[in-house]
C-alpha cells in the first residue's frame, strides 16, 4: 500500500484518502508507474490527463502542441522507471463545435509524441465536452524498473537538463506577454527522457521520479518513498536561460524560480557516490542531455533546500492548493 510513500500537500492527502478507502483492493500506488510481472521484466503502466484551463489554454497552444504535452507528460512517466515505451492509448474530450481535423490535429500531435520514442498510438476513445481534455495511459515494458523506493544515505541527487523553462512561458503568457521561443518550446514541446531513463536505469539509478510538479514538490517524494532526507543545493541546479530572465525580471532567484516550476519533465534520480565526471560524459554522449548534481542523499526525512548559506523552503505545483 501507498502508507507514507508521498510528500505533503492536499493533493497528496487525496491520494492517501482513496488508497485507505480501497485499502487490500489496490496495489502500491506511490510511484510514476504501475509494474506488473509480465516475464522478461515487468510492464509499467501510467496514466495522465490534460484538461484545457487547467494545464493549456488554446489561445497558448495548437492542438498539435496539445497532443505532443499531454502524450509526452505520460511518457516521461515511463522514463523515471527506466522503460522502454510500448505504446499509448488516449481519451479525448472536445467541445460539440470541433471539426474532425480538430481531433485529428490533437491526436497528430500525441502520434508524433509517441513515435518519437519508439511507440505507438494503440487505441482510446472520444467523447463530448465543454473544453478539451486528453487523458493518455502509456504501456512501458522494463528489465530493472527503477521506483522512488532506492535511494540510501550516501548516493548523489543528480537532475537531467534544465529547469524552469515552462515555468518562464507560463508567467509571460499570465502577463499578456509572447514568451520567449526556448521558453515557448519548452512548455509546448516538452521532451520525455525516455533514453535518460533507460540510460540511468542500466548504469546503476537507485531511485528516481520525473519533475512535473517541480524539483520543489517532487524532491519531497522520492524522499518519503524511500524513507531519507535529500539535502539539495540549489546553487548547483541547472536554469534554463529564459527561466533565469524571468526570474531576475521578478527580482527572485533564478534557482529558486526554477524549482517552484513545474512541467519540465527532467528526471531528478539517486546514483551512487562513485558515480563521477566519466559517467557523466558517457550519459551525455548516450543521451544528448547534461547531468547535474545538485545534493546528497542522508539519514533522516524530507527535503533542506539551500542557497548562500541559507534554507530556503520552497512550493511544488499541487492542483489542490
Known sequence: M???????????DRIRAIAARLADRAGSLGDDCALVPAAPGVLALSTDVS???????????????????AASAALSDLAA????????????????????RDVAALMGGVGDAVAAVGGRVLGGDLSS?????VAVTVI????????????????????????????AALVAWQEGRAPHADARRAFAHPEPRVQAGRWL????????????????????????????????DLASVP?????????????????????????DYELL????????????????????????????????????????????TLRGFDHFR
Open 2 to 12: 501507498i502508507h507514507d510513500a508521498l510528500g505533503p500537500g492536499p493533493e497528496f
Open 51 to 69: 484538461v484545457e484551463g487547467v494545464h493549456f489554454r488554446r489561445e497558448w497552444l495548437t492542438l498539435e502542441e496539445i497532443g505532443w504535452r
Open 81 to 100: 522507471e527506466g522503460a522502454d515505451p510500448v505504446g499509448l492509448l488516449a481519451a479525448v474530450t472536445c467541445p460539440r463545435t470541433a471539426t474532425d
Open 129 to 133: 465536452s465543454i473544453e478539451w481534455s
Open 140 to 167: 512501458g515494458r522494463a528489465d530493472r524498473p527503477v521506483t522512488r523506493r532506492g535511494a540510501s544515505a550516501g548516493d548523489g541527487i543528480w537532475v537531467t537538463g534544465a529547469l524552469g523553462g515552462a515555468r
Open 201 to 232: 536505469a542500466a548504469h546503476g539509478a537507485r531511485a528516481m521520479i520525473d519533475l512535473s510538479d517541480g524539483l520543489g514538490g517532487d524532491a519531497g517524494h522520492l524522499a518519503a518513498a524511500s524513507g531519507v532526507a535529500l539535502a539539495i
Open 239 to 263: 536554469v534554463a536561460a529564459a527561466a533565469v530572465a524571468e526570474a531576475k525580471r521578478l527580482g527572485v532567484a533564478p534557482a529558486v524560480f526554477a524549482a517552484e516550476g513545474g512541467e
Open 269 to 312: 534520480v539517486a546514483l551512487p557516490s562513485d558515480f563521477g565526471a566519466d559517467e557523466v560524459e558517457k550519459f551525455r554522449a548516450a543521451s544528448g542531455v547534461p547531468l547535474t548534481r545538485i545534493g546528497t542523499v542522508a539519514a533522516g526525512a524530507g527535503v533542506r533546500f539551500g542557497l548562500d548559506g541559507k534554507q530556503i
